[in-house]
T-cell receptor
Framework: AAGVIQSPRHLIKEKRETATLKCYPI?????VYWYQQGPGQDPQFLIS???????DKGSIPDRFSAQQFSDYHSELNMSSLELGDSALYFC????????????FGPGTRLLVL | KQEVTQIPAALSVPEGENLVLNCSFT??????LQWFRQDPGKGLTSLLL?????REQTSGRLNASLDKSSGRSTLYIAASQPGDSATYLC????????????FGGGTRLMVKP
């Protein structure tokens, strides 16, 4: 079965650079969620999209933005990167109104030097 | 805002033991509860999802129970194996916030051969 795809899997950036993370949800899933997991921490919700519209916002810094495109893939754009942005970034997808399982992608590991 | 707590934070058992991981949440108005497994530096694998109308869900050696009224869930692992060593996370969706997941801090399980 198709799973959530994230790219790239690993990313190394310098401070103050920008990064773009991509997420391709499971086919027919209408909702995408982004989570950030810092070292030794549990995942924290950043932002979600339902049917290409922003749905909810969590602890996402103003330096970050995201969108969902017509093909339902989503991108998380991160600017002015800081050392503290180093983390594992997960994308998850679901079919929202069926209260289904959120399926997580393998994550993108971002290291900011 | 939902708060999720898991105990114990870490657990080390010899192979073959049956064990119970605990998860508690503060807001009982949930649609479902998910249990995940995470290997070090890796993604989140969904193990079980219990709908709010269910009391138990089983998958192989795993059994998850849910008591909404008391805000508790347990994950029972039978006949533990070294391959079960991982961090186990429970998560509940924020009902009034687009079903974003709030995670517990996880239980780090080590099963010794």
């Amino acid at each position: 079965a198709a799973g959530v795809i994230q790219s790239p899997r690993h990313l190394i950036k310098e401070k103050r650079e920008t990064a773009t993370l991509k997420c391709y949800p499971i086919p027919r899933h209408d909702t995408v969620y982004w989570y950030q997991q810092g070292p030794g921490q549990d995942p924290q919700f950043l932002i979600s999209f339902y049917e290409k519209m922003q749905s909810d916002k969590g602890s996402i810094p103003d330096r970050f933005s995201a969108q969902q495109f017509s093909d339902y893939h989503s991108e998380l754009n991160m600017s002015s990167l800081e050392l503290g942005d180093s983390a594992l970034y997960f994308c998850a997808s679901s079919r929202r109104w069926e209260a289904e399982t959120q399926y997580f992608g393998p994550g993108t590991r971002l290291l900011v030097l | 805002k939902q708060e999720v707590t898991q105990i114990p934070a870490a657990l080390s058992v010899p192979e073959g033991e049956n064990l119970v991981l605990n998860c508690s949440f503060t807001d009982s108005a949930i649609y479902n509860l998910q249990w995940f497994r995470q290997d070090p530096g890796k993604g989140l694998t969904s193990l079980l999802l219990i709908q709010s109308s269910q009391r138990e869900q089983t998958s192989g050696r795993l059994n998850a129970s849910l008591d909404k009224s008391s805000g508790r869930s347990t994950l029972y692992i039978a006949a533990s194996q070294p391959g079960d060593s991982a961090t186990y996370l429970c998560a509940v969706p924020e009902v009034d916030a687009g079903n974003m997941l709030t995670f517990g801090g996880g239980t780090r399980l080590m099963v010794k051969p």
